[in-house]
Structures are given as structure tokens and as C-alpha cells.
């Protein structure tokens, strides 16, 4: 048997390196010149600086792909979980946000559960969160600039606004308990360590895919390959944008999923200093300005990078206005805010600045996905669903308990594989 896997992200790696194991024939095709897809780390100054995902979330041994980076000798180390003091102006501490937060977080799920338990018409979150603001104690003062923190906040975790996601479902995903992780030598050691002993093709864009009982033709400028299956790992914009034509066309069902699942936007901008100006601190949250903070919040890199660098996020909204500017936009507008915060006197310029666009890069077309208001987590299963027993789709986009993540691409590529394995034969137990 020969498969065809269309995409070197995680779920592509994760389902080739899963059939080669198990004595399949695989290629993997793959647009881009390099490895890892959303996950891109650039080492052009010398050290590893993640540029898509950064965290293992939850590292604990029953999340596949904690597991996999011991097995394959991948370093992790762990972000420190302390409170985050959020300051204003003149670095007047606010409050703090990280134990409030959660709590929002919790009675916005609560009423989540309401909604679905009633049967409601769906709403996006933005609808309920002032009434469930009031409900948690924060000083007359502080609500308002709270409130748009917490927009800003929210934007960067879901990629998309509050007006836009789902209250319904927007909690709908399951989480991994234990510590998050960062990779200090770049996410990227993961994939190129999933990657050991495949058939990557890089720079090979597939255009289009053909499918019928014989089996499938996946076609890129340079070879049309033949196979019995393909595994499709194309990121949900670039299947929202028909980037890649199917022959025949994607069953209505398919087609109707991938157009009611959002795609989100999600941006970081990191800065290298000269050196660590900011308190010992992993996350400074800054509230400037009364108005919708651009940058909500910076991660100290120091802890596991050992580099004088802070990581910001441009969420929904303001990733689609922010990036269509130019760097020094960008970069000037979070020195300014910061040294609002911090003062002029202590933040010196940064030596080196990195900003993503990944709405504007066309392999991705978006960040990561997410439920819109009116949308159901049911259209994951759909994307998730195999066509005619030849077309098989991983990714993030199709699985439902932990799209938008890391772990979630790498099960759904070994689950997709297992497909594949199953059709070959009755074997119920993979080697991974
Ligand atoms: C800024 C940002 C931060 C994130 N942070 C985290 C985090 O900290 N933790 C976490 O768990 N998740 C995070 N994520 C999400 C995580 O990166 C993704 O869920 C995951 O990497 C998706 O993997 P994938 O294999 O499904 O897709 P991808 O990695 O996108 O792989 C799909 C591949 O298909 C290729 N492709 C596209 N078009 C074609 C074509 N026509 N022909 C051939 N190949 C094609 C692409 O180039 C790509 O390599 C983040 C994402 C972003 C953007």
C-alpha cells in the first residue's frame, strides 16, 4: 500500500512516521521549504525563537505528545505558573488577574452549560460577559479597564474575538492538567525528530487531488503522485480559501463544516533586549490606556531561554488590522506602551524584533480554529470524517476535544493513520 500525506505540520508527521512504522509505503508533500508548518522555529540570531506554537499544554503522561517528546529526547521545560500582576500607567499595580481570570473563565463555562443545558439560541460570548462580570467582586474603579484586559486577554487564548465565538461551545474542548512547556532548543526539535527515516518532499505544493475506486492522484507542479490513500493536513484556511481542488468535489457535508468553522487570527511579536529591564516576572500584564489595551500582555522569555527577550500577542481583531502595518508600527506602538507602563528611562529600544503574519501567509491562511456563534464542535467531526475510504483528514480542525493545539494535530494524525492501518488490515494495536 502507498499513502500520499499532504502537509509537514505535526498531524502530517504524527500519521507518516506511524504508517512507515508499520511497513507503509509514505510520502509526505509539503508546500513550504522548511518542516513544522505552525510550528516555525527561526534561529537567525542564533538561538531558537518559536514563531508559531510554543507550549505543551499540560505535560502530563496521558497527553500523546508530552509522551513522544521524552520518548524522542525533545528538552521541555516548564513556564513558571505565579500571579500576574496587572499595572497601568506609571506602573501602578492594578490588581492581580491571573486567579481573576480564571474565575471569569469559570463562570463564563458555568454559563456555557446553561445555555446548552436550556436548549438557548446560541450567542457569541461577548453577550453575557458584562452580566457576568458584575457578579464577580472588582472595584467600581477597575471595571471598565478590566473588562477590556479581559477582551484583549480572551482574543489572544482563542485566536478570535468575544463578539465572535461561540457561548455555547466555546469551552466545549478538553484540557491536559499538569504544567505547560516550552521547548528552550524550539518546537521545531519535535517535528525534525518525527520526521527521522520519512519521505518529506519540501517545496512541493499540491494543487490538486483526484480520487475514485483505483485510488488517488495528488498533483504538485513537479510530479503527480500516485497512492491508495492521501492523508489531508491542510490547515482549515486554506481549505476555507479552496486553495487545493478535489475531483470530485468535497462532499456537500465536508464543504458546509469547513465554511462554518472559524479560522482564527493569532500574531506574536517578540523583542530582544539588551538586557532584562523588567521585573522578575513571567507575565507582565499592562492595562496603558481606557481603551482596548493593543498588547495585553508580555511573556518573559528569560526563564527557560536564558535571553533578555518579552513575547506579546496580537489576538483576533486587532492580528488583521495590526498586521496589515509595517514592523516599526508594531514594534514602535508596544515600546510605547510599555514604557507608559515601565517608563521611558527603563525600556531601552529592542536590538532584534520578530512579527508574524500568519492570516497573510497562504499555507496557513489563519492561526488556529475555532467554534463561531452558531457553529457546532460537530463540524470537527465532520472535517475529521474520510471520504470514500481514500481521502482521510488530520490537523487541528478535525478534533474536536483539542483543536487549536499541538496535541490535538499530533492524535489526529495517529488517528487518521490507524484508519488507514484498520483498512489494511484488522489489527487493532499500532506501534507508534
Ligand atoms: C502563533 C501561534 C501560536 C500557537 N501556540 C500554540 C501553543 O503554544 N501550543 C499549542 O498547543 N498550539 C499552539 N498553536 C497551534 C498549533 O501550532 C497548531 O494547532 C498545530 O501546529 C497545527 O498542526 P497541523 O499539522 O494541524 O497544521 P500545520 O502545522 O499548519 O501543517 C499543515 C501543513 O500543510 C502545508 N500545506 C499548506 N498548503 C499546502 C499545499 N497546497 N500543498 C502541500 N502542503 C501544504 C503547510 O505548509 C503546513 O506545513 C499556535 C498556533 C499559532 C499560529
Known sequence: ??????????AGMAAARTLHHNGVEVVVLEARQRLGGRVWTDTSLGIPVDLGASWIHGFVPENPIARVAEELGVKTCPTPLEQILLRGPGGQVLTEVGGWMFSLMGLLSMRSAEWLREGKK???VSACVEEVFETLSVPEDLKERLLLWTRATFANY????????????????EEFPGEHRVFPEGAIQLVERLAEGLDVRLGHAVSAVEYDGDGVRVICAQEVFRADAAIVTLPLGVLKAGAVTFDPPLPDWKQKAIQRLGMGSLDKVILRFPRQWWPDEA?????????????????????????????????????????RRPNEEIVARAIQDLRTV??????????????????HDIFS??????VPAGGTPEDFEQLAKPVNDRLFFAGEATIRPYYGTLHGAYVSG??????????LTDRTAVSV
Do not use: N
Not at 500500500?1 to 505535526?10: E, P, Q
Not at 488517528?415 to 483498512?423: F, K, M, S, T
Open 122 to 124: 446560541d450567542v457569541p
Open 158 to 173: 482563542m485566536a478570535a474575538e468575544m463578539d465572535e465565538v461561540s457561548l455555547k461551545y466555546f469551552d466545549d474542548d
Open 414 to 423: 495517529l488517528r487518521e493513520a490507524e484508519r488507514v492501518l484498520a483498512l
Open 342 to 359: 515601565f517608563g521611558a528611562e527603563q525600556v531601552p529600544d529592542p536590538t532584534d524584533v520578530f512579527v508574524t503574519r500568519w492570516d
Open 283 to 323: 507575565v507582565l500584564a499592562i492595562q496603558p490606556t481606557d481603551e482596548l489595551p493593543v498588547f495585553s500582555s508580555f511573556i518573559s522569555l528569560t526563564h527557560c531561554f536564558d535571553e533578555p527577550m518579552l513575547m506579546t500577542f496580537l489576538g483576533g481583531q486587532r492580528a488583521r488590522v495590526w498586521t
Open 1 to 10: 500500500m502507498r499513502v500520499v500525506v499532504i502537509g509537514a505540520g505535526v
Open 365 to 370: 491562511r489563519g492561526a488556529y480554529s475555532f
